[in-house]
């Protein structure tokens, strides 16, 4: 633990022994981060620039000059220049031959170009070691100091002196690197930035989607109908009643869409015999993206609670109550308490509170590095004793609504 924890630990690094001294291409918002960072870990840093005297304020310290002369002085060059601009380095090449050079590239799209971004400047330059990395890093977050989210990085290359190097500088700036191969690999670590929000993309729009069509089923249901039937203006219910409706309803049906294709795959493991062919592209796609169904379904719930928490204080609520007292005293009646009732609302709202609690677990466990610390057998306990919960709130919530 100690070792993993100075490894991430960007303060309690060693600097490199002899002050080694980098070269960064390009002086835009990486370039700036990385020398920053590579500054202060206690690199010196040379930065090349097509404009050397006009590239705008520095990391301190830094000395700027051409490509070719920034090129000649260092090892290890980092090249923070966008793809479509690489036709430059072929004029640098003489200067770049048997150094190491490191792409931080990303496409905006994914299969732009046939090859990889890595590929294409190892194409380039044959006499150079190219290293792919960094790429899943942002300036933004070298600035402030990575997160966890940002402190994988992905490398890749031919020449394992070349990687070693590059996996050095890495974990002296504090970043944790995990070897993906050879520089055939450079795609796949190409995509992962793009990876992180089509996940999110289906399940909002089931979300959305789901949520426009109760909503306008129950409007027309419940109010439009009470207009048009009985001539009455009930639509301040839209607010609170109606929404209260939905989300509980979006909620199941997100957190059923997050465990039935889990079902659906094993199913068809079953039927097949075999676990070791491919799922259908559609059943891909959706396994993948249950967590973030989930996640949703966990929030709609939230929103119900909220929601219903909410209910004593309305207005409407408090009108209704005093109404009927007031009714009761003009008629000289008394209602009587009855124990099965108070039994029913009160089951129906700690079994409500302990399924959200449970529901809140899970959706904690299904982080990353909540979920690393579980093992599989209280991961599932977890599960299990939710779907519990849920299907005794829903019987008392049956049981008990008039
Ligand atoms: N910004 C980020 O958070 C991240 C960026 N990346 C990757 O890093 C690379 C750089 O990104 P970023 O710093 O944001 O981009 P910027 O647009 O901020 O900077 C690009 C730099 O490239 C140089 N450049 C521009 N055009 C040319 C050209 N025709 N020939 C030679 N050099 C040129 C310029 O430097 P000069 O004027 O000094 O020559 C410019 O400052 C990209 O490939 C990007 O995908 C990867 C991960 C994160
Ligand atoms: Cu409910």
């Not at 006499?127 to 989210?149: E, H, I, M, R």
């Not at 890749?156 to 070349?162: P, T």
Request: aromatic share 12%; glycine share 6%.
């Amino acid at each position: 633990t100690i070792l993993t924890c100075m490894s991430l630990c960007p303060l309690g690094m060693e600097p490199p022994p002899e002050r080694e001294l980098l070269c960064i291409f390009g002086t835009g918002d990486l370039g700036r981060s990385l020398g920053q960072r590579l500054l202060q870990t206690g690199y010196r840093v040379v930065y090349g620039s097509r404009r050397p005297h006009s590239c705008g304020p520095l990391p301190p310290g830094a000395q700027v000059m051409s490509h070719t002369e920034a090129a000649q002085l260092a090892a290890v060059v980092i090249v923070c220049v966008h793809r479509e601009h690489y036709d430059f380095m072929e004029e640098v090449a003489p200067q770049l031959k048997g150094k190491v050079l490191v792409d931080v590239s990303n496409n905006s799209k994914k299969g732009l170009y046939p090859e990889s971004n890595a590929e294409f400047l190892q194409s380039l330059i044959p006499a150079a070691s190219v290293v792919k990395a960094f790429n899943t890093v942002s300036a933004w977050s070298l600035q402030n100091g990575p997160s966890d989210a940002h402190r994988q990085v992905f490398l890749c290359g031919d020449k394992a002196e070349a990687k070693q190097k590059v996996r050095e500088l890495a974990t002296r700036l504090g970043l944790s690197v995990l070897d993906r191969g050879s520089l055939s690999a450079a795609r796949e670590v190409e995509d992962f930035p793009l990876q992180l929000f089509p996940e999110w993309r289906l399940p909002l729009c089931i979300a959305t989607g789901l949520t426009g069509f109760f909503f306008f089923y129950l409007l027309i249901r419940d109010i439009i109908y009470a207009y048009v039937e009985q001539d009455k203006d009930i639509s301040f219910r839209i607010m609170v009643s109606l929404a209260n409706k939905v989300f509980p309803i979006v909620s199941l049906i997100m957190l059923s869409l997050c465990y039935l294709p889990g079902v659906m795959a094993a199913i068809l493991q079953l039927y097949r015999g075999t676990k070791y062919r491919r799922f259908p592209d559609w059943l891909d796609h959706w396994m993948l993206c249950r967590k973030q169904l989930g996640l949703l379904a966990l929030g709609f719930a939230f929103l119900h609670v909220l929601y219903t928490l909410l209910i004593p204080i309305r207005y409407y609520v408090r009108y209704k109550i005093r109404e009927y007292t007031v009714l009761q005293i003009r008629e000289n009646k008394t209602e009587v308490f009855d124990t099965t009732t108070a039994w029913y609302t009160d089951s129906y709202f700690s079994v409500g509170i302990l399924g959200f609690a449970l529901y809140i677990l899970l959706g904690i466990t299904s982080l990353p590095s909540v979920s690393n610390a579980l093992s599989w057998r209280e991961f599932k306990n977890v599960m299990c004793l939710r779907s519990l919960y849920f299907s005794l709130y829903y019987r008392t919530a049956s049981a008990s609504s008039p």
